[in-house]
């Protein structure tokens, strides 16, 4: 009985196998896999690079946070609204990206005003009180492309001669340098003959003193080319004899005090002093100078021998090589064939005037000749007056109340 009972289990257990648990026929049912779910996600954040170059957009799943969808885009950047003196301007990041999941995004930037022009019209005296800046005149070449472009369609210059843009002037010239190899500050050389444009920028002046309130200043670098005087031949005026190194009657009196000034000052003038310029010998290299000439009243003048070696001023009072004295060519006195050194040492420092004359120790022609600074500073008696690469530093007296 014993045996035919294990038989009878085994049969049964089989039985319950092969027919499953609700004890009908039919075959093993396979495993259920879990439900599937839909995404849930998240409302996209966006974050921009430091610098808005570049932002990310990313989103993650409700459900598992684990499982993250992003993506990376570089910006472009426009300016949508220019600056003005006035306003401000207005400048947009976009990042536009790739995934329909996410949407362009612009980030804004206010764009500060525009500094206030300055032309030149009223003196403005430095914190050290060691310079002014009063006027305008043609210094630095433009080498932007896009402006370049822009200056060449000006057809009709101003009445100073000079070409307005943007509230900005400019003046063009057809270079003439000294000698070839001369480049702007830029680095660009100057080509004879090629087409320049200079911007017109504010001047610097040192101050060489202050009377209550007047200040007798000369211009910190060179700012054009002229000669003293254009012929050699003396002239005859009221019977009396007139030399070419005579400063009265000079040229390069007329040019600054018509020229320059008219262009120089043509938007403020008001705080220039007409001055009582010492032309005698005294102001000379000698008492006794021949050629010196009757004094002048002048709104721009040269200063004299005496003046370069005069330490009140700030000059030393040796004629030889100094830094006190010399002086650096603007790009536009460079293209006008200003006359300058190459020499690292004194780069494109200029040859410049005095409205001192002089007598020169190798000719007997004397009366053609004026003093002038040298690139290192030394006062030169040895050159001709008709000289039209050397350099003009012009100096002014100004009130400012």
């Known amino acids: 009985m014993k045996r035919r009972f294990e038989l009878?289990?085994?049969?049964?257990?089989?039985?319950?196998?092969?027919?499953?648990?609700?004890?009908?026929?039919?075959?093993?049912?396979?495993?259920?896999?879990?439900p599937t779910h839909e995404h849930a996600w998240t409302d996209p954040t966006y974050t921009w690079?430091?610098?808005?170059?570049?932002?990310?957009?990313?989103?993650?799943?409700?459900?598992?946070?684990?499982?993250k969808e992003s993506e990376t885009v570089n910006s472009t950047y426009a300016v949508v609204t220019e600056p003005t003196e006035e306003s401000e301007g207005l400048g947009r990041y976009t990042a536009t990206f790739t995934k329909t999941a996410f949407v362009t995004q612009t980030h804004d930037i206010a764009l500060?005003?525009?500094?206030?022009?300055?032309?030149?019209e009223t003196p403005i005296l430095s914190e050290d009180g060691k310079t002014i800046t009063y006027g305008l005149y043609p210094q630095k070449n433009v080498n932007d492309s896009t402006l370049v472009s822009?200056?060449?369609?000006?057809?009709?210059?101003?009445?100073?001669?000079?070409?307005?843009?943007?509230?900005?002037?400019?003046?063009?010239?057809?270079?003439?340098?000294?000698?070839?190899?001369?480049?702007?500050?830029?680095?660009?050389?100057?080509?004879?003959?090629?087409?320049?444009?200079?911007?017109?920028?504010?001047?610097?002046?040192?101050?060489?003193?202050?009377?209550?309130?007047?200040?007798y200043v000369l211009s910190s670098v060179l700012l054009d080319v002229h000669c003293y005087y254009k012929i050699t031949p003396n002239?005859?005026?009221?019977?009396?004899?007139?030399?070419?190194?005579?400063?009265?009657?000079?040229?390069?009196?007329?040019?600054?005090?018509?020229?320059f000034?008219?262009?120089?000052?043509?938007?403020?003038?008001?705080?220039?002093?007409?001055?009582?310029?010492?032309?005698?010998?005294?102001?000379?290299?000698?008492?006794?100078?021949?050629?010196?000439?009757?004094?002048?009243?002048?709104?721009?003048?040269?200063?004299?021998?005496?003046d370069y070696i005069n330490s009140s001023y700030g000059f030393s009072t040796s004629t030889n090589s100094t830094n006190t004295r010399s002086c650096k060519t603007t790009d536009y006195a460079r293209a006008r064939r200003a006359a300058c050194n190459t020499d690292p040492s004194h780069l494109y420092n200029g040859v410049y005037w005095t409205r001192s004359p002089s007598r020169s120790p190798y000719s007997d022609d004397s009366n053609y000749y004026a003093w002038v600074i040298n690139v290192d500073g030394w006062l030169f008696r040895n050159i001709q007056v008709f000289h039209a690469r050397v350099c003009v530093r012009p100096a002014i007296s100004i009130k400012i109340a």
């Open 8 to 34: 009878f289990t085994c049969l049964g257990l089989l039985s319950l196998l092969l027919t499953g648990c609700g004890g009908g026929g039919g075959s093993i049912e396979p495993p259920v896999e879990p």
């Open 150 to 215: 822009a200056l060449n369609s000006l057809t009709t210059p101003e009445s100073n001669g000079w070409y307005l843009y943007k509230n900005d002037y400019y003046a063009k010239v057809s270079a003439d340098p000294e000698v070839s190899g001369y480049e702007f500050d830029n680095g660009t050389t100057i080509v004879n003959g090629a087409t320049y444009w200079f911007k017109c920028e504010p001047i610097t002046w040192n101050v060489l003193s202050n009377n209550n309130g007047e200040y």
């Open 261 to 306: 000034y008219n262009s120089a000052f043509a938007l403020g003038n008001s705080h220039i002093q007409a001055t009582t310029v010492d032309n005698s010998a005294a102001t000379t290299d000698s008492s006794s100078n021949t050629y010196a000439c009757n004094n002048t009243q002048d709104k721009v003048f040269l200063p004299s021998y005496q």
């Open 235 to 259: 002239m005859t005026i009221d019977g009396k004899t007139i030399y070419p190194n005579n400063y009265e009657y000079s040229d390069i009196r007329t040019w600054l005090n018509n020229n």
């Open 112 to 120: 500060d005003k525009l500094e206030q022009s300055y032309y030149g």
């Open 49 to 67: 690079a430091d610098d808005y170059s570049s932002c990310t957009a990313e989103r993650v799943c409700t459900q598992d946070s684990t499982h």
